[in-house]
C-alpha cells in the first residue's frame, strides 16, 4: 500500500471536532431524536456497530471493522438518515484503504462523496474528496486522483485549513511526479509551500521547499534548485528552531550538492584547480595532458550522477 500521510478534520456523526490535523477517527454521540420505536431500535443498532467498528479497528481488525461498520451505514441509509450517514461512509472508505481492496475503498469513496454533496456540510465534503483521492491513487488511478486532490485542496482552502489544503496538494503532487509531469508536480509543490507558509509551520514549510527543490533538479534545473534551497534555509534561520537537526543538515547538503552544478561555485573550482595542481607536482603522475587525468574525470562524473539522483530524490517525511 502506498506510503501518504493523512491530515483530516474529524467528523463525529456530523458533529465537527476540532482536530484539521488527526487522521479521521469517528466518536459516537447519540443523533437519534425521534420518538418512534423501530427508528429507536434502528438508531441503537447503528450505534453499536459503529462502536464496534472503532474497537475492532483498534486491533487492526480492518476487515471485522469494515463489515461492522457497513452494517452501520446499511442501518442509517434505510433510516433515511443520509446527513448522519456521511462520516460513517468516510470512514468505511478508510477501512476499505486498510485493507487494500481497491475497488471496494473506491465505491465507498463515491457513496461518501454523494452523501457529502447531498446532505453534508463543506468539511464533509472535504473530508470524503480527500479520502475518495487517497483511494485513487492506492488503485494506481493517478491522473484521476491528481484532480480529486485538487478539489480536496480547494475545499481546504475555502474552510481556511491550510494544514489540510498542504497536505492534498502535496499527495496530487507526488501522483504527478509518478506520471512524471514535473509541470504539474512543480505547480502542486508551489500551491502546498503557499498553504504552509499560511499555516505558519516552518519545519514543514522547509520540508515542502525541499520537494519542490527536488522537482526542479529533475528537470536539472540548478539554479532554481540552489533558489528554492535557500528559501528554506532563511526559514531555519528565521524560526525554525524545532525542526530536526537531520532537516538542516539535509539542507545543507543538499545545498552543497546543488552547487556542484552551477559553473562559478567556489567548491567546485577549488576541487578542479586542487586536482591539476596535484598532477602537474607530482612526477609520477606524469604530464597534465596525459590520460592520467581521466581517472578523475570518470570519479567526477560518476559523483556527479549519484548527486543529480540524491537532489531528484524526495526530501525527508
Excluded at 446527513?83 to 476499505?96: D, E, G, R, T, Y
Excluded at 480529486?148 to 481546504?156: H, I, Q, V
Excluded at 525542526?243 to 543538515?249: C, D, E, S, T, V
Excluded at 577549488?270 to 607536482?281: E, I, K, Q, T, V
Amino acid at each position: 500500500m502506498r506510503n501518504r500521510r493523512l491530515a483530516l478534520t474529524v467528523a463525529v456523526l456530523g458533529v465537527l471536532t476540532a482536530a484539521p490535523a488527526a487522521i479521521v477517527t469517528f466518536k459516537i454521540s447519540n443523533p437519534w431524536t425521534v420518538s418512534a420505536t423501530g427508528a429507536v431500535a434502528a438508531g441503537v443498532f447503528a450505534d453499536a456497530q459503529f462502536r464496534l467498528s472503532l474497537i475492532l479497528a483498534d486491533s487492526e481488525d480492518w476487515s471485522g471493522a469494515l463489515r461492522a461498520g457497513e452494517q452501520a451505514f446499511t442501518v442509517l441509509d434505510s433510516a433515511g438518515r443520509k446527513s448522519v450517514a456521511v462520516p460513517v461512509a468516510i470512514n468505511n472508505c478508510k477501512l476499505a484503504w486498510k485493507t487494500e481492496e481497491s475497488d471496494l475503498a473506491l465505491k465507498w469513496g463515491g457513496i461518501a462523496i454523494r452523501l457529502a454533496e447531498q446532505r453534508g456540510d463543506a468539511v464533509d465534503r472535504a473530508v470524503a474528496t480527500h479520502h475518495l483521492a487517497l483511494v485513487e491513487g492506492n488503485a494506481n488511478r493517478l491522473a484521476t486522483a491528481i484532480q480529486t486532490s485538487r478539489r480536496a485542496a480547494g475545499l481546504w482552502k475555502d474552510r481556511g485549513y491550510w494544514w489540510d489544503a498542504a497536505i492534498a496538494s502535496e499527495n496530487a503532487a507526488r501522483d504527478a511526479e509518478v506520471l512524471g509531469d514535473l509541470a504539474a508536480a512543480t505547480e502542486l509543490w508551489s500551491m502546498a509551500v503557499d498553504y504552509r507558509e499560511r499555516e505558519d509551520s516552518r519545519p514543514h514549510l522547509v520540508a515542502t521547499l525541499i520537494n519542490l527543490s527536488a522537482v526542479y533538479a529533475t528537470g536539472e534545473s540548478y539554479p532554481l534548485v540552489v533558489t528554492i534551497l535557500k528559501r528554506a534555509q532563511r526559514q531555519l534561520d528565521e524560526g525554525a528552531r524545532s525542526a530536526h537537526p537531520a532537516l538542516a543538515f539535509e539542507l545543507d547538503v543538499r545545498y552543497q550538492a546543488a552547487g556542484m552544478f552551477l559553473p562559478d561555485h567556489e567548491e567546485v573550482v577549488a576541487l578542479y584547480a586542487g586536482s591539476a595542481a596535484a598532477g602537474a607536482a607530482d612526477p609520477k603522475q606524469g604530464r597534465p595532458d596525459e590520460s592520467t587525468d581521466e581517472p578523475i574525470d570518470v570519479v567526477t562524473k560518476a559523483a556527479a550522477e549519484v548527486v543529480q539522483r540524491y537532489l531528484a530524490a524526495p526530501g525527508m517525511r
